[in-house]
């Protein structure tokens, strides 16, 4: 265990505890600096051990519990204002999902797996707050990242690039499991996302797929994803293309396709 995690104090109770430890220490110190010798010297310094054995038991017992809660409630501050500020850097406030910054990093880290990059826009999302104010737009944007979480595999990364538009890694992906995952997507997306605050707005989104090759950086299989949204939204909305495919896939088409 590191000092880090040794000072981790998130409770009042860890507060006591740790307390209480110090102080049996702080107590056992001087106890036994008096008692070693007197297990030499005898019993014909018994008076002079016991006289000085009082305060040396005492002292530490009243000084050392409330310094030690004092230092210690510091700790417990310091590491819960830590964990609130590694959240606001890690989740987006709003959606719950990963920040841009940290989901960009954690793609990163995974790439040497291969996978997919998918990014996910809301369609026509301009007009819902136009129509029905950012707070509706607010919980539709909360709705979108539901469907995400649980449409897609648990170790999807996802995350929120900015305003309406999401970014989705799929460690591992192939180009079939990327077409997989955003024609489920779609499909969730257009059933669950019907009526948002009571509202009847018939959310869906344009998804634009690219699987990372060794020879690419992040970067470029983001922009690949970015220029498949582009063609995603340009066909018609509602629908997915994969970068470097020769069709733009419609979810409610490729269902009917496999249907039959």
């Known amino acids: 265990m590191t000092i880090e995690k040794m000072f981790e104090i998130r409770t009042m109770r860890q507060v006591y505890k740790m307390a209480a430890i ?33 305060p040396a038991a005492l002292i530490p017992l009243l000084i050392t ?13 310091q590491t819960l204002t830590i964990d609130k500020v590694d959240h606001y850097v890690r ?3 709003l959606t ?13 880290d995974a790439l040497d797996r291969g996978g997919a990059f998918l990014m996910v826009d809301a369609d026509h999302f301009k007009a819902i707050n136009d129509t029905h104010g950012h707070d509706v ?12 979480r649980k449409a897609l595999s648990t170790d999807a990364l996802i995350g929120r690039l900015g305003g309406e538009e999401f ?3 799929l460690p591992g992906a192939t180009d079939a499991e990327a ?19 009571c509202k009847q707005l018939d959310v869906t989104v344009s998804i634009g797929c690219a699987v ?24 018609g909305r509602d629908r997915y293309f994969l970068a470097e495919s020769t069709q733009t896939m419609p979810a409610l088409i490729l269902k009917d396709r496999m249907a039959r």
Do not use: W
């Open 22 to 54: 110090i102080t049996v220490f702080a107590v056992m110190i001087p106890v036994l600096t008096f008692a070693i010798p007197f297990t030499f010297l005898g019993l014909r310094y018994f008076g002079f051990f016991a006289v000085a054995f009082f």
């Open 65 to 77: 519990p409330p310094i030690a809660i004092v230092v210690l409630n510091l700790f417990r501050v």
């Open 91 to 93: 989740y987006d406030t």
């Open 96 to 108: 719950g999902v990963l920040t841009r910054a940290y989901l960009l990093g954690k793609t990163q």
């Open 137 to 148: 737009g607010d919980e539709a944007l909360k709705k979108i990242a539901e469907v995400l």
């Open 167 to 169: 970014g989705v890694f």
């Open 179 to 197: 077409v997989s995952a955003a024609n489920n997507l779609c499909d969730l997306m257009r059933r669950e996302a019907k009526v948002i605050a």
């Open 212 to 235: 990372h090759r060794a020879d690419q950086s992040l970067e470029q299989t983001i922009k690949l994803a970015d220029s498949a949204l582009y063609h995603a939204k340009h066909s």
